[in-house]
């Protein structure tokens, strides 16, 4: 089942080190079939709030997620990113098609 790495980025301070990380990532996800979805961009809020910016990796499968982010490529340029931000970062699962709503309720 396709999964999916996504990060909340709430703050971010560009510098030199997130320039590198962002210079190496791309590299990091072609062993693991990652792919960007959603990169920062310009959001619009309709309920509540919304500080900064949200990030959405695809991958075949919740292990291709894990691999990639455990892999030592991702872990030499994690602490680039770390280290010049401020972010929320999940790993969840997508649905299979056709999906409706009402299906969760199946998994209570």
Same mark, same amino acid.
């Given at each position: 089942?396709?999964?999916?790495?996504?990060?909340?980025?709430?703050?971010?301070?560009?510098?030199?080190?997130?320039?590198?990380?962002?210079?190496?990532?791309?590299? %990091? &996800?072609?062993?693991?079939?990652?792919?960007?979805? /959603?990169?920062?961009? @310009?959001?619009?809020?309709?309920?509540? =709030?919304?500080?900064?910016?949200?990030?959405?990796?695809?991958?075949?499968?919740?292990?291709?997620?894990?691999?990639?982010?455990?892999?030592?490529?991702?872990?030499?340029?994690? %602490? &680039?990113?770390?280290?010049?931000?401020?972010?929320? /970062?999940?790993?969840? @699962?997508?649905?299979?098609?056709?999906? =409706?709503?009402?299906?969760?309720?199946?998994?209570?």
């Amino acid at each position: 089942m396709t999964a999916y790495a996504v990060a909340h980025m709430r703050q971010a301070r560009m510098g030199p080190q997130l320039v590198e990380y962002l210079q190496k990532i791309d590299a %990091t &996800l072609d062993p693991f079939g990652g792919r960007f979805l /959603v990169h920062g961009g @310009d959001v619009e809020v309709i309920e509540n =709030k919304w500080p900064g910016h949200l990030i959405i990796i695809e991958f075949p499968d919740r292990q291709q997620v894990r691999r990639w982010y455990n892999s030592a490529a991702y872990q030499a340029i994690l %602490t &680039l990113r770390t280290d010049n931000s401020e972010s929320d /970062v999940i790993f969840v @699962d997508g649905v299979e098609h056709p999906h =409706k709503a009402t299906d969760v309720l199946d998994q209570t």
